[in-house]
């Protein structure tokens, strides 16, 4: 059974669009995350959230925004997608909010590709 | 100055050698480290804290130097399978951030 859950796999899109990843954790966990790792392989937290708690890092563009329909599930909705937007996302999850101290548990990753 | 710094690599080791990677980290106030492990085209997975003492897990050896803001990784008796991208993370409690260095990538050749 997999832990973490990425939906689709391969997003190949063209500049303009609006695009979703969906994920999903059946680990009970009460945060989830969602990162995004570049060609250089750079991986860098765009969002923490738990129920009570939204944390944006501050480089993200408003183009993208979570959305957590319920604990298990934590959505990356993004507008107007760019070049530079092109790369693997990952969703994550660990128990509890306290971040430095839980073991981050990954997705496979998305890997999007904007045209 | 990156925050989180490692030699990308890629080291290339035969099987049965010892290898070692460092990170530095700039932000003194850092407060847990950590070593994940992510193979080609995968996610990213856990290896081991790093504590303040040090610590060993099998045949991987974690050590922190605070003083000089840097820990290490130390892999004894490499195996094939121990071909990886090793990943350095630091978290800052004041800064509420978790960040990952861009990797060091390992390669034990048969």
């Known amino acids: ?115 | 100055r990156k925050e989180v710094e490692q030699d990308p690599g890629p080291f290339n080791v035969p099987e049965g050698a010892t290898v070692a990677f460092n990170c530095t980290y700039s932000n003194s106030a850092s407060q847990s480290f950590f070593w994940y492990r992510q193979d080609c085209r995968k996610e990213p997975k856990l290896l081991m804290s790093v504590y303040s003492s040090g610590n060993e897990d099998g045949r991987f050896t974690a050590q922190l130097n605070r003083a000089s803001q840097y820990i290490s990784l130390l892999i004894r008796d490499s195996k094939l399978s121990d071909s990886a991208t090793y990943l350095c993370v630091v978290f800052s409690g004041s800064a509420r951030q978790l960040t990952f260095g861009s990797g060091t990538q390992l390669t034990v050749l048969p």
């Not at chain 1, 859950?5 to 059946?26: A, F, H, R, W």
């Not at chain 1, 306290?98 to 998305?110: C, D, K, S, V, Y």
């Open chain 1, 1 to 115: 059974d997999t832990a973490v859950s990425q939906t689709p796999k391969y997003l190949v899109t063209q500049m303009g669009n609006d695009k979703s990843i969906k994920c999903e954790q059946n680990l009970g966990h009460d945060t989830m995350y969602w990162y995004k790792q570049d060609s250089k392989k750079f991986l860098k937290i765009m969002f923490s959230y738990n129920n009570k708690e939204l944390i944006i890092n501050e480089t993200v563009p408003n183009r993208f925004s979570p959305k957590s329909p319920d604990k298990a599930h934590l959505n990356l909705h993004i507008n107007s997608l760019e070049l530079g937007d092109s790369a693997v996302y990952f969703c994550a999850s660990s128990q509890g909010v306290r971040l430095g101290n839980n073991e981050q548990f990954f997705g496979p990753g998305t890997r999007l590709t904007v045209l």
